[in-house]
């Protein structure tokens, strides 16, 4: 299904009263949506049975500045971390209910979508004027969201190598795998990642792996090891340094690893989303938060 974004149409009147300051920014805001929203993401299904297609309505709802039911499905215990819309259920439910223009310019995407528990991460597009590509992870209780982790960068259409940064598959497959698929996962951070093995790297790789990240440098080697192996003599633009592998999870054919590590000795939030086939990586997306 594709997810269906609704511009933000201004009124003759207000754009009679904009500056032209603010008109080139409505401008660039609506181009940032309409390019992103070209390519096919993940919607709600109509009848909500999980805590996932949950997660998805919520963000279908603040897309469509569908306040009320928004705001229902938020507990009032509710707290998050790095959102751009608060840190608290007064702040956010103040921020739906908001008739400001700058408010209406937020367009979430979602384009991976995995839960395990009653926790839910999602793999998104934040449109906008600064686009964002985010990975949060939802916490429920009670069919309600008590907690909200956001982690995001600067939005990057292509790497370096000159591919999409967000698009690949998107579909859920292979459910039953989750426990080996997590493994295999788990597996493969710690002897390549952490302990930086790079003769590991083969072992749980498909031969038509694919990498989205804006961290891989074009000018360097095409290996795995240019993303993940630690080498201070390397000569590639990206050297990250895995320390520490904070939490796992997934479902079905998606991983997500949640990191503690360097990037250029600045320390980082690594959020790694690979997807597996044939009991192999087959792609991977990361988002690195500052």
């Keep these: 299904m594709k997810f269906i ?69 938020i507990s009032s215990e509710l707290k998050m971390s790095n959102w751009p819309m608060g840190s608290k259920y007064s702040e956010l439910k103040h921020f739906l209910k908001a008739q400001a223009s700058e408010n209406s310019k937020i367009r979430i995407k979602p384009l ?53 940064t967000m698009e690949g598959q998107s579909k859920t497959l292979e459910v039953n795998k989750t426990g080996l698929y997590l493994g295999i996962v788990k597996s493969f951070m710690k002897k390549v990642a952490i302990d930086n093995s790079p003769n590991d790297i083969l072992e749980g790789v498909n031969d038509d792996y694919l990498d989205h990240s804006a961290y891989v440098d074009g000018a360097g080697s095409t290996s795995l090891e240019n993303r993940f192996v630690y080498d ?40 790694d989303l690979f997807r597996l086939n044939r009991n192999r990586i087959s792609e991977h997306w990361d988002v690195v938060s500052k």
């Design 5 to 73: 974004v609704i511009s933000v149409i201004l009124s003759a009147s207000l754009i009679g009263c904009a500056s032209s300051d603010s008109s080139s920014e409505n401008n660039e805001t609506n181009h940032s949506i309409q390019k992103i929203s070209a390519s096919q993401g993940l919607s709600a299904p109509k009848e909500l049975v999980n805590n996932k297609d949950r997660a998805l309505a919520f963000y279908e709802l603040i897309s469509n500045r569908d306040a009320g039911p928004a705001v229902n499905m």
């Design 112 to 164: 991976r979508a995995g839960q395990m528990g009653n926790s839910v991460f999602v793999h998104s597009i934040y449109a906008g004027l600064n686009s964002t590509s985010a990975i949060d992870i939802l916490t429920f209780e009670k069919g309600k969201i008590v907690n909200i982790e956001h982690y995001s960068e600067t939005y990057q259409e292509k790497n370096s190598k000159g591919i999409p």
């Design 232 to 271: 201070e003599n390397s000569k590639t633009a990206f050297k990250f340094d895995y320390h520490k592998m904070e939490r796992i999870q997934g479902e079905g054919n998606f991983v997500l690893v949640e990191s503690k590590a360097t990037l250029n000795s600045e320390d980082v939030t690594v959020l």
